[in-house]
């Protein structure tokens, strides 16, 4: 029954860390490059060794952002209702 519970709030928790997620890496993209637009596996401009690096960058901080957040939210629901949601 918990986990049922603590679907729709694990689904926010998700979608709140894609966001942040996004915006990281947004911010260390630019920080790092100076540029506004980071390459993707579309971009006929760019090459190989430009995009690689970009989506690797983009999915560790994707990873670490996202699970820091649900992570978070599963202690938050823990401390409030002594339930574990995992």
């Given at each position: 029954?918990g986990?049922?519970?603590?679907k729709p709030?694990?689904?926010?928790?998700?979608?709140?860390?894609?966001?942040?997620?996004?915006?990281?890496?947004?911010?260390?993209?630019?920080a790092?490059t100076g540029?506004?637009?980071?390459?993707?596996?579309?971009?006929?401009d760019r090459?190989?060794r430009?995009?690689?690096?970009a989506?690797?960058l983009?999915?560790a901080?994707?990873?670490?952002?996202?699970t820091s957040?649900e992570?978070?939210?599963?202690?938050?629901v823990?401390?409030?209702t002594?339930?574990?949601?995992?």
């Amino acid at each position: 029954m918990g986990k049922v519970l603590y679907k729709p709030l694990g689904m926010i928790f998700g979608m709140a860390g894609g966001m942040l997620a996004g915006l990281a890496f947004r911010k260390t993209w630019k920080a790092v490059t100076g540029e506004d637009d980071a390459p993707d596996g579309l971009d006929r401009d760019r090459r190989w060794r430009e995009i690689l690096p970009a989506v690797a960058l983009e999915g560790a901080i994707f990873a670490v952002v996202r699970t820091s957040v649900e992570r978070g939210g599963a202690t938050a629901v823990r401390k409030l209702t002594g339930y574990w949601p995992g």
